[in-house]
């Protein structure tokens, strides 16, 4: 069974950093692709970045040279660098899996099969 565990999340004033992993068990595809999303009250699910098994990544506008989308296949782990934190990246943040062996790097939440249960990150201003 596949299954995705996320940590990392915490408490950080603006302009402050964080680096959040999520662990993956359960299978062995040598294609995939991986994503990062989250969820503040109020509003819907956002993808904020992205990366297949071929290093290729994809991030919203809204991160873009803040946060780094990344991966280490020998520990399982897919992480995601968040520096310059803002008010506005508050949120509850999900990794998903897309474990279609044809599948394209995406920010939809449509293609993803698997998720996490997710960890808080607060930004204070």
């Known amino acids: 069974q596949v299954q995705l565990v996320e940590s990392g999340g915490g408490a950080v004033q603006s302009g402050g950093s964080l680096r959040l992993s999520c662990v993956v068990s359960?299978?062995?595809?040598?294609?995939?692709?991986m994503g990062w999303f989250r969820e503040a009250p109020g509003k819907e699910r956002e993808g904020v970045a992205a990366i297949d098994s071929d290093g290729s990544t994809s991030y919203a506008d809204s991160v873009k040279g803040r946060f780094t989308i990344s991966q280490d296949n020998a520990k399982n782990t897919l992480y995601l660098q968040m520096n310059s934190l803002k008010p506005e990246d508050t949120a509850m943040y999900y990794c998903?899996?897309?474990?279609?062996?044809?599948?394209?790097?995406?920010?939809?939440?449509?293609?993803?099969?698997?998720w996490g249960q997710g960890t808080q990150v607060t930004v204070s201003s």
């Open positions: 359960g299978y062995t595809y040598s294609s995939y692709c």
């Open positions: 998903a899996a897309d474990l279609d062996p044809y599948c394209t790097v995406s920010l939809r939440t449509d293609p993803y099969n698997y």
